[in-house]
């Protein structure tokens, strides 16, 4: 995973572009190569296309791993902000809506992992994958999306899109 820090407001309009393979392990493990380097803190990222539960009992393979994810949640002027989910216990920053479950971990979405041991190993099959129903999963942002309305339309052979949004002063 990354984790970008940008001083101030430097970047209000700014986008990152990130690209990568979207994973489907049917046939194997998602690895995720923590180490134990340093004082044991890794940032990993959801490589699945859908959400997926830290404390699903079927999928993980967690070896000299902490029992415990960690989310930034850029909803805190004041500086870095963490929900956490330590052995199926929440914590939750006050702007949080109470429903969040951080345990489901929303697609694309970084994360934070502590190794206690040599060699740690963290991997995930399809097992780990939720449909989060009634359960809220959050994917944490500085800011709210726009209110914008997106139109896709898509054939076997063609794509066109438009987007509508308002704007102050237009």
Known sequence: ????????????????????????ANDTDFDFHVTD???GWNLVGNPFASTIDWTSNTGWTKTNIDNAVYITTNTD????????????????????????KVNLIASGQGFWVHTNGANPVLKANENVKRNPGSDKSTFWRTSAP?????????????ADATVVYF????
């Open 146 to 158: 726009i209110n914008q309305l997106r139109i896709n339309l898509v054939s076997a052979t063609n």
């Open 1 to 24: 995973g990354y984790s970008v820090y940008v001083r101030g407001n430097l970047v209000t309009s700014t986008k990152f572009d990130l690209r990568g393979t979207i994973v489907h």
């Open 37 to 39: 380097s340093g004082d």
């Open 167 to 170: 704007t102050d002063g237009a």
């Open 77 to 100: 002027p004041s500086g870095t902000k963490f929900a956490s989910c330590v052995n199926g216990i929440h914590t939750l920053p006050p702007s949080a809506d109470a429903a969040t």
